[in-house]
């Protein structure tokens, strides 16, 4: 998924971390990407992958949530753990809200992430979120469908999406 968002003419913003967040890294790098990390500073737990151009260590979750979506335009959301939800559900509320533009959010993984769309489903039925809410994401498992899904939303909410290229990030702009 990094290489096929680099390809498409996008920095891949991630944690910075290892896993999932490396794997992307790599995959910007591998066709001539750019691979930022907004990693956060823990005892116990990830460092900066090897594969990043640009990284900055963030000693609070809330400076980094706020980092990752100021500079982004659409989010790829892979299986993960409590700090993937809190970030999932911050990006979904801001959106939702329209806190910011309605930018894409994709989760890949349809077994992953079948809990948390049943969730979802219920609190439609409760009438705690309306029914086109689940407009606001894709849940899939194929790159290509997920890669149109965020191009569509990119070009539809955010036409100044170019402000947010590398050069900013790499100090040159």
Known sequence: MGARVAKAGFNVV????????????RGAKDVGGTAIGVNIELPFEQKPNPFLDVWVDI???FVRKVLLFKYSVGFVIMPGGLGTLDELFEAYTLVQCDKIPQFPIVLFGTEFWKGQIDQLKMMEAKHTISPGDHDLYLVTDSYDEAMEFLLARIHQYAPKYKTFRKK?????G
């Open 59 to 61: 000693k609070y979750f």
């Open 168 to 172: 900013w990030w790499l100090g040159e």
């Open 14 to 25: 991630t944690g910075g971390g290892p896993g999932v967040m490396e794997a992307a890294s």
